[in-house]
T-cell receptor, first 117, second 111 residues
Framework: DAGVIQSPRHEVTEMGQEVTLRCKPISGHNSLFWYRQTMMRGLELLIY????????DSGMPEDRFSAKMPNASFSTLKIQPSEPRDSAVYFC???????????????FGSGTQLSVL | DQQVKQNSPSLSVQEGRISILNCDYTNSMFDYFLWYKKYPAEGPTFLISISSIKDKNEDGRFTVFLNKSAKHLSLHIVPSQPGDSAVYFCAAVNTGNQFYFGTGTSLTVIP
């Protein structure tokens, strides 16, 4: 398996523009997570899907952020309009969502480095 | 509110010595804890985990200790190697399968 695939790897945009980040989870995984990494807050959970349904979006910073998972193999995180403070690395991760967790429970993609100028 | 905290943003250790990375959490409902390792330009990868019913788990050079009464866990790496230089994230999981990560500790192992 190719692992969790994120695109693009880097995104540079101007303030006010719409940004769409994409994620393909590992086949067979039923849980998908979007995280944002910043120096101040580390890996911050934005939203969590289980079986394509959003379970917890309390981490989404504000209404400018939205996430969708139209099917088990694809998810998007959209920021509209983007602001400079949104600049960060955004990670997508997937897991089997079983309890208790097995050892290698959460698999991360390589991330999208977003820069909003 | 940060439920998982790593108060040391960085740590430098001489090769061959022990590295100790610390993590504190606030929610007593967490049942499972993990450490992830992250190299630059890569996503975090799983390193080692521990269930709340244990106080120690060892895997080669890596050992994780859990002190539930203090809501504290630590990762020991011995002996430390230059290839261990990375950012280490502590994570806690609840029964809802939600992972909460700390802010990370950047470890530098000096040859």
């Amino acid at each position: 398996d190719a692992g969790v695939i994120q695109s693009p790897r880097h995104e540079v945009t101007e303030m006010g523009q719409e940004v769409t980040l994409r994620c393909k989870p590992i086949s067979g995984h039923n849980s998908l997570f979007w995280y944002r990494q910043t120096m101040m807050r580390g890996l911050e959970l934005l939203i969590y899907f289980n079986n394509n349904v959003p379970i917890d979006d309390s981490g989404m910073p504000e209404d400018r952020f939205s996430a969708k998972m139209p099917n088990a193999s694809f998810s998007t995180l959209k920021i509209q309009p983007s602001e400079p403070r949104d600049s960060a690395v955004y990670f997508c991760a997937s897991s089997y969502g079983l309890w208790p967790p097995t050892n290698e429970k959460l698999f991360f993609g390589s991330g999208t480095q977003l820069s909003v100028l | 509110d940060q439920q998982v905290k790593q108060n040391s943003p960085s740590l430098s250790v001489q090769e061959g010595r022990i590295s100790i990375l610390n993590c504190d959490y606030t929610n007593s409902m967490f049942d499972y804890f993990l450490w992830y390792k992250k190299y630059p330009a890569e996503g975090p990868t799983f390193l080692i985990s521990i269930s709340s019913i244990k106080d120690k788990n060892e895997d080669g050079r890596f050992t994780v200790f859990l002190n539930k009464s203090a809501k504290h866990l630590s990762l020991h790496i011995v002996p430390s190697q230059p290839g261990d230089s990375a950012v280490y994230f502590c994570a806690a999981v609840n029964t809802g399968n939600q992972f909460y990560f700390g802010t990370g500790t950047s470890l530098t192992v000096i040859p």
